[in-house]
């Protein structure tokens, strides 16, 4: 299986979080479809008792973090559908530092 980094929006008011982590589970399933393994550590890291998203020193350790299994990683994949954050940014200019391909995708319609 191809690794694959996957990059969507998570960050917003209470609705525009719940909004973004439903897209990035079938970002998630979309991967997984296409027989990838794929991780989403802005969904993972974010969750209840691990690293809270509105500390900035918690949010640098968690970009850190999915930074650092990005290496290991084969491609990052930019799901665009909801628009290309600052986050998401962030990964895309680290894949292209590390030479990663950067893939852009869409579920046009499937959520």
Same mark, same amino acid.
């Given at each position: ?10 960050? &917003? ?18 991967? /997984? ?5 794929? /991780? ?10 691990? /690293?809270?998203?509105?500390?900035? &020193? ?41 030479? =990663? ?5 869409? /579920?046009?319609? =499937?959520?």
């Amino acid at each position: 299986m191809r690794r694959v980094v996957i990059e969507s929006p998570y960050a &917003g008011n209470l609705w525009q979080r719940f909004l973004n982590r439903r897209y990035a589970r079938a970002c998630l399933r979309d991967c /997984l479809d296409r027989d990838e393994s794929p /991780l989403a550590s802005h969904l993972l890291y974010t969750q209840r008792g691990v /690293l809270r998203d509105g500390d900035a &020193g918690e949010r640098a350790r968690g970009i850190a973090a999915g930074l650092a299994w990005g290496q290991a990683a084969d491609a990052t994949v930019v799901y665009t559908d909801r628009g290309v954050s600052v986050g998401m940014r962030i990964g895309i200019d680290a894949a292209k530092r590390a030479n =990663r391909p950067v893939e852009f995708r869409s /579920l046009s319609g =499937r959520i």
